[in-house]
Structure formats: structure tokens, C-alpha cells
């Protein structure tokens, strides 16, 4: 039984694709069927709730603006950080990692240790103080979460490749003069990349939760664009008198990170039971 079909026969991990599939659906087609967008205020329905009549299917903010296409806008935006800021994170982690660890001796000890001495710092400040220096952008954003996400990444990939490169296909490579460029790129990241998608899967919900976090604090996505945090942080405020602010983007930020959780650990169960195969 291949990876898919075993991936397939969890109906926990099938379930969260489904979820996933369609909250994509509807981040990118939703709007195409509101008859709002996310910058008109609707002063007649000021911190309404959901009604179908009005035309406001989640209801409006303080501020009369439609709840739903902001609520999928968040949605675009949460999803983007996560899956732009996951790609930066696992590249940098996979190519340090593998590097290290193919490279062993006292190379791979002070790459460890330089991320070692990393993870004792208050990354968080970091991405605080280059959204403070050079202003509230989003790709900006992008680039520091990412770039401060890739640790763990990094040690994992490294304990992966200090038990690859002790099989025979690379001992064969370095007999036949391969470079160590060649041998990463042709040998040892291909055989990684089950660990990677896995970890990368589940690196996907913390990286939404950061920037949510972020986004909660006023240091992440600013007006008028919204993110997920951004729009519970504004829900938050308005908790006692209009409480489904609050619960529209808590319900789909929680919808995401549940799911994404649910599918990579279907995934991990997968290779834990391939390589159990395999030995």
C-alpha cells in the first residue's frame, strides 16, 4: 500500500483535507459571490449581525464593513504568511542542515552551536524590531517570520542526514568522485524530503499563529488589509456588545490550525509506518 492509499484509509487526515479544500475554495471564490468588498462602510448596518437580508451573510464591524469579505480576506492573507513564511523556514533548514550534517566533525559542531546560541534569543523582539525600523510590510513580515522559523527545521533535517550519509548509495557517490554539491543536491535531499513535508505541514499552523499573534499585538497586517489576528483582535474589543466579530475569524483560525494539525499527523503516521517497512 503506497503513502496516498495509506493517507487515504485515515479518516481523520481525509477529513481535515476536505475542511482545508474548502476553506481555500472559499477564501479565493467567496468574494466573487459577496456583493461587498472589504473597504465600504455600510452606515445604515453598523455592528449588525449575520443576516441574509441585509446582504452582510457574517454580519458587520463597528465600522459597517462586511465581516464576511474581510473574514476570507484574513483568511487569503493568514494562509499566504503561512505557506510563503513555511518555504522560506524549510528551505533555509533543509540546505543548513543538510549541510551540517553531511559535513560532520568540528563544521557540524559550530553550525550547531551558532543554533544553539540563536534559539537562546528572544526571536520574537527580532521580528518585532525589523517591523519597527522598516515599517509595517507584508512581504517584509513574509521574510522575518520565515527567517526565524528554520531552527528546528534545521536540527531536524541535520539528525535525518547524519544517518543518511552513512549508506551505501552515498559511500558509492564519494568513491565515484561526486562533489559534495552534487551529493546533497542528487542524494541527500531527495531522501529527506519525507521528514521535510511532514515537519513542513506542521510548521504551516505555527507560523499562522505567530503572525496572528503579531497581527493581535498591531505589529503585523495593517488597514486596510486584515489578517485572521487582526480581525480577532478587533473582535476582541467589541466581545459584550457584538460577540460574532469575535467568533467568525476565531472559528476559521481554528478550523485552519486543527486541520492542518489533523493532516500532519496523518502524514507522519504515514512515514513512520514506511520506514518501518523499509528497515
Known amino acids: 500500500m503506497n503513502a496516498g492509499r495509506r493517507l487515504s484509509a485515515n479518516p481523520a487526515a481525509m477529513g481535515a483535507v476536505v475542511v482545508l479544500c474548502a476553506l481555500v475554495l472559499l477564501a479565493v471564490l467567496g468574494p466573487l459571490a459577496s456583493p461587498n468588498d472589504i473597504e465600504t462602510l455600510d452606515w445604515n448596518h453598523v455592528a449588525t449581525p449575520p443576516a441574509l437580508a441585509a446582504g452582510h451573510w457574517f454580519g ?33 533548514g533543509l540546505g543548513y542542515g543538510a549541510l551540517a550534517g553531511y ?9 550547531m552551536r551558532f543554533i544553539e546560541v ?10 518585532i524590531f525589523l517591523t ?27 539528525g535525518q542526514t547524519l544517518s543518511i550519509r552513512r549508506r551505501e548509495y552515498i559511500e558509492a557517490a564519494v568513491a565515484s568522485g561526486a562533489t559534495t554539491a552534487r551529493i546533497l543536491i542528487r542524494h541527500v535531499v531527495p531522501n529527506l524530503m519525507g ?48 460577540s460574532w466579530i469575535l467568533w467568525v475569524p476565531g472559528t476559521i483560525l481554528a478550523a485552519l490550525l486543527l486541520c492542518l494539525h489533523i493532516l500532519g499527523d496523518g502524514l507522519r503516521d504515514v512515514l513512520d509506518v514506511r520506514e518501518r517497512e523499509s528497515r
Open 103 to 111: 559535513s560532520g566533525g568540528r563544521t557540524d559542531q559550530l553550525m
Open 195 to 242: 521528514p521535510v513535508v511532514v515537519y513542513a505541514t506542521l510548521t504551516v499552523p505555527q507560523i499562522i499563529l505567530f503572525e496572528s499573534f503579531l497581527s493581535f499585538l498591531g505589529l503585523g497586517i495593517q488597514e486596510p488589509h486584515a489578517s485572521l489576528g487582526t480581525l480577532i483582535a478587533e473582535g476582541a474589543a467589541e466581545m459584550d456588545a457584538a
Open 118 to 127: 540563536l534559539s537562546g534569543l528572544p526571536l520574537i523582539f527580532f521580528v
Open 132 to 158: 519597527v525600523i522598516f515599517g509595517h510590510n507584508r512581504y517584509l513580515l513574509f521574510l522575518a517570520i520565515g527567517a526565524v522559523g528554520w531552527l528546528t527545521m534545521a536540527r531536524i533535517v541535520r
Open 60 to 92: 458587520t464591524d463597528r465600522l459597517g464593513r462586511d465581516l464576511f469579505a474581510r473574514a476570507l480576506e484574513g483568511t487569503r492573507t493568514s494562509l499566504a504568511v503561512g505557506l510563503l513564511a513555511s518555504l522560506i523556514s524549510v528551505s533555509v
